[in-house]
């Protein structure tokens, strides 16, 4: 038995790995490209799908919110109000969020004569849907963890198949030359090869910076900027920091560097709240960027929070607003954040297609185009050498070490990643307790 680690027995345990990793989630990739290249152009689609909710006639004198609301209210009565986004544009709608009948809506409505164009389920909406399918496959926690699953094993996936492509003793020139004649399986190596390598930057940040979004990292990460003061700052109450530990995610859609701010409450020092025109007032006074929404407060402790989310994050704001005073009791912006907080945020306008405008969306749809290509043209490869009645895996290396210490680099990644940890172990107790006890499967998978 061979006491050293050879090149070869390394390529063919790397190979495996590679192999199955690719096998099992080349589905999922693939559905997660797709989604993805769509919501890159969701301004584009939604000002398509929603034009007769979204544009109105220009006008020159507008209802006041109140009034708007109360249009609201008189067309569904039994509805509570949530939120409110005013028109940011002379040709834009107002929108008002209601729940009704325990399912939330947007009603979009006439900012000039109060008339009402029409409502739409929250939860019905493409782009909602895409999202849903996109961070977790419409399967709730369980698909969050296999969508970050995909994502944590792609980035491996990158790293080996890098290992298996580099031209030992070779030039470079394998990054463009497709060997044409040398038959439909090179061919298609080549190709698979090639788009990977060119593309591998971008697919990689398209990866790591929707990391934060997935829920077991995302929540880690988030939690380390906040520990770290790398997140939103603490000194950011005007007064004591507030008793309530209700994180702001819970009561509005805000920027992922305000999702767990403590939301302040508000001090009953008047009879009523205040109406919405004055929060607006107040969100223009501090020259919160247009495009802005007004979150209602829940009970009497209450506040309104306001929030944006503009191309650029450099602009983003989340206030919390008491709604009995008006006294702004947080504003959190981009400048407020900690380093960690302002990469995560560039990172996700960048993944969203946001940041640079039109070129942003194409860099992400090329990443997204090719990553499907990378996935398929694997499939194709696996396919035309697998051989009858086997599943087709890379043959095993002599020296088991080499599987073993490759297993082990691998853990070593998946250190930085749990869930890679996790399925790793779960593969190696099922290829022990299973595969390797029973002689089909074995020689199925062998």
């Known amino acids: 038995m061979k006491t050293f680690l050879s090149p070869k027995d390394v390529y063919k345990s790397i190979w495996r790995w590679h192999f199955y990793a690719g096998m099992i989630f080349a589905p999922l990739l693939i559905l997660l490209a797709i989604t993805g290249a769509i919501y890159l152009f969701k301004p584009q689609i939604e000002s398509v799908l929603y034009k007769n909710y979204y544009y109105i006639p220009k006008e020159t004198q507008e209802l006041t919110p109140s009034e708007l609301i109360a249009n609201v209210k008189h067309r569904y009565p039994s509805a509570t109000i949530t939120r409110y986004k005013p028109s940011d544009a002379a040709n834009r709608s107002t929108e008002v969020g209601i729940v009704w009948n ?175 025109e004055k929060i607006i007032e107040i969100a223009k006074e501090r020259n919160v960027h247009p495009g802005f929404e007004v979150n209602f407060p829940e009970g009497e402790k209450g506040v309104y929070t306001v929030s944006v989310f503009p191309t650029l994050p450099q602009d983003q704001a989340t206030l919390h607003i008491d709604q009995y005073s008006g006294k702004v009791l947080a504003d959190l912006r981009f400048k407020d954040y900690g380093w960690m907080a302002k990469w995560i945020e560039i990172g996700i306008a960048l993944h969203e297609g946001r940041y640079f405008g039109l070129f942003n969306q194409i860099l992400g749809l090329i990443a997204c185009l090719g990553l499907i290509f990378i996935a398929y043209s694997g499939v194709v490869m696996w396919w035309k050498r697998r051989p009858q009645g086997k599943l087709g895996t890379p043959p095993a290396p002599q020296n088991k070490k080499a599987m073993r210490v490759v297993t082990a680099l691998i853990v070593i990644l998946g250190i930085a990643m749990p869930l890679v940890a996790l399925s790793l172990a779960a593969a190696l107790i099922f290829d022990w307790l299973i595969i390797r006890r029973i002689p089909k499967l074995h020689a199925w998978f062998s």
């Not at 029409?118 to 493409?126: T, V, W």
């Not at 369980?142 to 030992?168: M, N």
């Not at 004649?181 to 990977?196: C, E, L, Q, T, Y």
């Open 102 to 276: 325990n399912k939330a809506y947007t009603v979009f409505i006439n900012p000039y004569n109060g008339s009402i164009l029409g409502k739409l389920a929250d939860e019905s909406r493409l782009m909602n849907i895409v999202v849903k399918l996109h961070g977790e496959i419409m399967a709730g926690t369980i698909g969050d963890r296999l969508v970050e699953l995909a994502a944590c094993w792609a980035i491996i996936l990158l790293v080996t198949g890098l290992y298996l492509w580099w031209p030992r003793n070779r030039s470079l020139y394998g990054i463009i030359k497709i060997r044409l004649h040398a038959g439909k399986r090179a061919m298609w190596k080549d190709f698979h090869s090639i788009v990977a390598i060119w593309l591998s930057a971008f697919i990689l940040l398209l990866i790591i910076t929707g990391l934060p979004w997935a829920g077991f990292m995302g929540d880690k990460i988030n939690r380390i900027a906040t520990a770290t003061q790398s997140g939103y700052p603490s000194g950011l109450w005007d007064g004591n920091i507030p008793e309530s530990s209700i994180p702001t995610k819970s009561v509005a859609k805000v920027p992922w560097a305000a999702e767990n701010m403590p939301v302040p409450q508000s001090q009953e020092n008047g009879p009523a709240a205040l109406p919405v």
